[in-house]
T-cell receptor
Framework: DGGITQSPKYLFRKEGQNVTLSCEQN?????MYWYRQDPGQGLRLIYY???????QKGDIAEGYSVSREKKESFPLTVTSAQKNPTAFYLC????????????FGPGTRLTVL | AQSVTQLDSQVPVFEEAPVELRCNYS??????LFWYVQYPNQGLQLLLK??????LVKGINGFEAEFNKSQTSFHLRKPSVHISDTAEYFC??????????FGRGTSLIVHP
């Protein structure tokens, strides 16, 4: 079955540690996205990539980094510079960006202790 | 710039009653409009979308939405809700090749 996988579902880290969230898709989509979700704030775009080896900052990129070395993979690193990293992180992909449906993964809930 | 406003953060309703979740957007040009649903601790999935053509769009699970250009609205409706419709609903807008912008979400709570 085609889809998007995110791992792990729950992640705990100590303050000051970097952590990498995995996102893989087998839909052959060109575009991939990372969103952060906090209660009452909807989805906020962290980074997106429209093609391999290229990515753009979203609205809240500070304290995060990404890479897009393969079409199917778009990992997100939450660095120690991110002041409030505890949140629910969602990865998505789409064929392109113009009116295309986004397909979301199940999410990773990150808790920084 | 594009933005989207979901006017209600929470909508409580009894089972089998009709429901409308409101969404307004701001854009001076043609837009694409989406409604997504999120069940607890899951990702989002598409309910329906408007790209062009008929202003009444039908989606999955009996939902429909009407695109109203003069009022810049895209309200989501269902004539009779079920307990299983309890979820978070997100409206999103995009134009051209821009990345979609999401609203803050509306929590639909269906009571028995």
């Amino acid at each position: 079955d085609g889809g998007i996988t995110q791992s792990p579902k729950y992640l705990f880290r100590k303050e000051g540690q970097n952590v990498t969230l995995s996102c893989e898709q087998n839909l052959n989509h060109d575009a991939m996205y990372w969103y952060r979700q906090d209660p009452g704030q909807g989805l906020r775009l962290i980074y997106y990539s429209q093609i391999v080896n290229d990515f753009q900052k979203g609205d809240i990129a500070e304290g995060y980094s990404v890479s897009r070395e393969k079409k199917e993979s778009f990992p997100l690193t939450v660095t120690s510079a991110q002041k409030n990293p505890t949140a629910f992180y969602l990865c998505a992909s789409s064929i392109g960006t113009s009116g295309d449906t986004q397909y979301f993964g199940p999410g990773t809930r990150l808790t920084v202790l | 710039a594009q933005s989207v406003t979901q006017l209600d953060s929470q909508v409580p309703v009894f089972e089998e009653a009709p429901v409308e979740l409101r969404c307004n957007y701001s854009s001076s040009v043609s837009v694409y409009l989406f409604w997504y649903v999120q069940y607890p601790n899951q990702g989002l999935q598409l309910l329906l979308k408007y790209l062009s053509g008929s202003t009444l769009v039908k989606g999955i699970n009996g939902f429909e939405a009407e695109f109203n250009k003069s009022q810049t609205s895209f309200h989501l409706r269902k004539p009779s809700v079920h307990i299983s419709d309890t979820a978070e609903y997100f409206c999103a807008v995009s134009r051209g090749s821009y990345i979609p912008t999401f609203g803050r979400g509306t929590s639909l709570i269906v009571h028995p």
